[in-house]
Each structure stands twice: as C-alpha cells, then as structure tokens.
C-alpha cells in the first residue's frame, strides 16, 4: 500500500513485541522482550526483572503484563505489581510470549522455550482469576487475535507458519477443535503478532518480511503495509480514530550486515490507514 511508514518511537528493542493501545489512557504501550522493558509512547518506560511479552487493561492505570513465570497487575501510578497467578512458573526454560485480551475480558497467552525449542510451549487462557491450558505442544505461539464479535479466535505456532481459527462459545472459551484459516508456509512468510479491525480482517505482522499483511474472513489476502526493517512483531490500531497501524520489531536475528543497512530495527512504526480498529477489551479478573 501507498502509505508511508514513519518511526513513531526511535527507542530500539531487542525484540519489541505486545504493541497495544490503551483506550482511556489513548497511549501506545509495548515490550522489549529481552530487554525486558515495558515503554509508553509518552517516554515513560519501565524496567522488570524478567522477560515481559504482552499487555491489556485492567483499569485507566492498571494493566494486565504477562511475564515468564507469572500474570500480574501492573499499577502505572505506583508502580505495584500484584500477582494474579503462576505462568509455568515452575519451568525455567520457558518464558511467555504473544497475547491479547478477548471480547469476553479473558485473555491468552502463549509461553515458548527460551531458545525456541521445539515443541516446549502452549496457548493458555486467563479467564476471571482461572488460567487454563488451551493447546499444546506449541513451539512459537504468535498471532493470537479475535473476530470482533467474540466468536473466532486465531493463533498461529510461527514455526509451522500455519495461522489457525477455532470456535469460541459466549463464555470465549474454544467449543471445536482449530482449523487451518491460512497456510502461508508455501510462500516462506513467518507470521508474529496479529490483530482484528473492526470489520474484521486479520492484520498480520510476517517476521522477516517487512511488512503487515492483510487478509479477510476467508483468508483473502487484501494488501500489505510495508515496514523499514525486516523483523516486524507486532500490529496495533490506535490513535485518534483508531486508524493509525503501529507495528513494533526487533534488532534479535537479523545479521551485522543487515543491522547496519537497516538502522531503524527495533523501532516502532506507525503509519494512517483507511483502516478502523476496535478498542481493547477491558480484562475481567
């Protein structure tokens, strides 16, 4: 697409991931994952003493951090964190990684190995204070995202490159087994984090691609957004009219050539669209 890419943070991560906008506070917030960071788009950034991989909201000052061994509250005013349970906490290999808040206030989240080993993770569910396991084995859980209406949920193990669609009663809790919704495996695309817009297409962010991809409800592909650095991560619409595309990325896997012809990497981009993104859901717990 025609839009041009601009560098809306000039903060490099490591491994940038969980771009979410939070919709009364009207901020971006992401991670670094392995700088184990949390940054706001105001400049305000937050050092945690282990690897943090996704965000929602709980309150206007209290988001919902995903962590390597734990869920917990995360109060912005006080900076006090409370834990509201275990993240295979007694697994040091792992480390929690993609997740998002569904319409129903749960959220999911994914853990994978430290060193990507296959097979090492799974999808979870936190729903009213009860955190249970989804689907496993997972090697590199990624593009969890929901149809706007609560009724589909899409994940993707990056490492097979397949994204995956499953069912989801009015409690968002998976009533059939998943099933293949995109297989982009065949054109060597390696799909990270995702979102929804508001009529529901998949905004998809492919790692090593450089770029955001669009695809419909039947897995159409609809255009791309194209990034300034090969590893994007993770999209996010926020903004005034929920219509500027945030994309995080990462300095982790790519080359000292490649770091060198690509500056920008690790920054975090933005771009307008004719897009219209729905807020987050506030998580219940």
């Not at 069912?167 to 998943?178: H, T």
């Not at 990270?192 to 817009?197: E, F, K, L, M, N």
């Amino acid at each position: 697409m025609s839009m041009s890419t601009k560098v809306h943070d000039e903060r490099a991560c490591i491994l940038g991931e969980g771009a979410f906008w939070h919709p009364e506070l009207n901020k971006l917030f992401w991670c670094d994952i392995i700088g184990r960071r949390l940054l706001c788009d105001d400049g305000a950034e937050w050092m945690f003493d282990e690897h943090i991989s996704a965000l929602g909201w709980i309150s206007e000052t209290l988001l919902f951090i995903a962590s390597e061994t734990a869920l917990f509250s995360f109060d912005l005013g006080t900076h006090v964190k409370t834990k509201l349970c275990d993240l295979e906490a007694d697994n040091p290999a792992t480390r929690s990684n993609d997740g998002r808040a569904d319409p129903q206030g749960g959220f999911w989240i994914g853990t994978m190995g430290k060193q990507a080993e296959l097979e090492s993770g799974a999808i979870y569910r936190f729903y009213k204070g009860e955190l249970r396991r989804l689907f496993a084995p997972i090697t590199i859980p990624n593009a969890i995202c929901f149809s706007p209406d609560g009724t589909v949920a899409y994940f993707t193990d990056t490492y097979f490159s397949r994204v995956m669609s499953v069912p989801l009663d009015a409690k968002g809790w998976p009533r059939a087994a998943p099933k293949l919704f995109l297989d982009l495996s065949q054109d060597g695309l390696n799909p990270d984090g995702a979102i929804t817009t508001a009529d529901g297409d998949v905004l998809i962010a492919l790692w090593g691609a450089a770029r955001v991809a669009r695809y419909n409800k039947s897995g159409e592909f609809q255009g791309s957004y194209d990034m300034p650095t090969d590893h994007i991560t993770c999209p996010a619409l926020g903004g005034p009219d929920m219509a500027t595309l945030f994309a995080t990325s990462a300095q982790q896997g790519l080359s000292a050539t490649k770091r060198q012809a690509q500056p920008d990497a690790g920054k975090t981009f933005s771009v307008d669209t004719d897009l219209r993104g729905l807020p987050a859901p506030r998580i219940i717990l």
